[in-house]
């Protein structure tokens, strides 16, 4: 269990990065560490599939098709809301709105299967309304008009990728609960090389002027974040997740996400060099606090049915 627990704690560090690579490449832009980081995500898939263990064998034509669409559209589309969600909102408001991912994907399950009631969700639901709306108000409000407008433009592309990652988590988990679920370093293999496809249609609007005008300093400064979000936030991360879900509990992983959003909040807070202010500390504050309930109250059914019977 504690390697379980490293492990998670792990991938979420590293999905982490995810809130500040994008400001850390300037002047490089979030589709120039798009293209290089699943460019490189799908090439070290390639390698790996030298190896027999590694290659999608047996797949049938719909589960290939599968595969490399959500490495395509899923990988590559929440990275590119994402990172315009930074860019545009600052460090505090896009951690806070795509954390509420386990929420929405829970509330889903619920409205599906009915397994916890809807008064059971109150006070989770209220928290979590009350965090992101504390952020994201004090944020607007103490902004200028025209920093205001870019922060609206933030917050929708933070939505934007919230609701990539929801449709993302829905067919994943469908195919990873079939009866013929794929092993899951296959699957990622597959997801990767379907996001270095992706990438390479963003080929476009790359800046490859700057290869020329860039000093050396921030050309292997994007080369060193380009292979740690590639390497380490996709492959090993997702690896990592796999070992985590295979020792731990599904109520103690599905809880570890929440860290994704605090780490995240970090990471920006050290890249601006500053504390959170006080409502953003309540704020994100109130959000795990939603969060973590959340999943208790989904998880108590699970915990239940999975305990030993007293007779």
């Given at each position: 269990?504690?390697?379980?627990?490293?492990?998670?704690?792990?991938?979420?560090?590293?999905?982490?990065?995810?809130?500040?690579?994008?400001?850390?490449?300037?002047?490089?832009?979030a589709w120039d560490l798009t293209i290089a980081r699943y460019g490189i995500f799908g090439l070290a898939c390639l390698?790996?599939?030298?190896?027999?263990?590694?290659r999608p064998t047996g797949f049938a034509l719909s589960r290939l098709v599968t595969g490399l669409l959500l490495g395509g559209a899923g990988y590559?589309?929440?990275?590119?809301?994402?990172?315009?969600?930074?860019q545009l909102a600052g460090a505090a408001i896009p951690p806070v709105v795509?954390?509420?991912?386990?929420?929405?994907?829970?509330i889903v399950a619920n409205v599906r299967d009915r397994s916890v009631p809807w008064q059971a969700l109150a006070l989770p639901l209220m928290l979590i309304a009350a965090g992101v709306a504390m952020v994201n108000?004090?944020?607007?409000?103490a902004a200028a008009v025209s920093d205001a407008a870019s922060i609206i433009l933030g917050i929708l592309a933070s939505s934007a990728a919230l609701a990539i990652w929801i449709a993302y988590g829905l067919a994943n988990a469908a195919v990873m609960r079939s009866d013929d679920a794929p092993d899951g370093l296959r699957w990622t293999g597959l997801q990767g090389i379907g996001a270095a496809i992706g990438s390479l249609l963003l080929?476009?609007?790359?800046?490859?002027?700057?290869?020329?005008?860039?000093?050396?300093?921030?050309?292997?400064?994007f080369i060193g974040w380009a292979l740690l979000m590639g390497l380490a936030g996709s492959w090993f991360a997702t690896w990592?997740?796999?070992v985590a879900s295979r020792r731990l509990p599904l109520a103690l992983s599905a809880q570890l996400i929440v860290a994704e959003t605090v780490f995240g909040l970090a990471y920006g807070f050290m890249f601006e060099?500053?504390?959170?202010?006080?409502?953003?500390a309540i704020g994100a504050a109130l959000q795990c606090a939603g969060v973590c309930s959340a999943v208790a109250a989904f998880s108590k059914p699970a915990i239940l049915a999975q305990s030993p019977q007293i007779s």
């Amino acid at each position: 269990m504690l390697l379980g627990i490293i492990a998670g704690l792990t991938t979420c560090a590293l999905w982490g990065l995810t809130f500040v690579a994008p400001r850390a490449v300037a002047p490089f832009t979030a589709w120039d560490l798009t293209i290089a980081r699943y460019g490189i995500f799908g090439l070290a898939c390639l390698l790996l599939m030298l190896d027999r263990r590694f290659r999608p064998t047996g797949f049938a034509l719909s589960r290939l098709v599968t595969g490399l669409l959500l490495g395509g559209a899923g990988y590559v589309g929440y990275f590119v809301s994402a990172a315009f969600a930074v860019q545009l909102a600052g460090a505090a408001i896009p951690p806070v709105v795509i954390g509420t991912m386990p929420v929405f994907l829970a509330i889903v399950a619920n409205v599906r299967d009915r397994s916890v009631p809807w008064q059971a969700l109150a006070l989770p639901l209220m928290l979590i309304a009350a965090g992101v709306a504390m952020v994201n108000a004090v944020t607007i409000s103490a902004a200028a008009v025209s920093d205001a407008a870019s922060i609206i433009l933030g917050i929708l592309a933070s939505s934007a990728a919230l609701a990539i990652w929801i449709a993302y988590g829905l067919a994943n988990a469908a195919v990873m609960r079939s009866d013929d679920a794929p092993d899951g370093l296959r699957w990622t293999g597959l997801q990767g090389i379907g996001a270095a496809i992706g990438s390479l249609l963003l080929l476009p609007l790359a800046s490859f002027g700057l290869a020329d005008t860039a000093s050396a300093f921030e050309f292997v400064r994007f080369i060193g974040w380009a292979l740690l979000m590639g390497l380490a936030g996709s492959w090993f991360a997702t690896w990592c997740w796999a070992v985590a879900s295979r020792r731990l509990p599904l109520a103690l992983s599905a809880q570890l996400i929440v860290a994704e959003t605090v780490f995240g909040l970090a990471y920006g807070f050290m890249f601006e060099g500053r504390l959170p202010s006080p409502a953003e500390a309540i704020g994100a504050a109130l959000q795990c606090a939603g969060v973590c309930s959340a999943v208790a109250a989904f998880s108590k059914p699970a915990i239940l049915a999975q305990s030993p019977q007293i007779s």
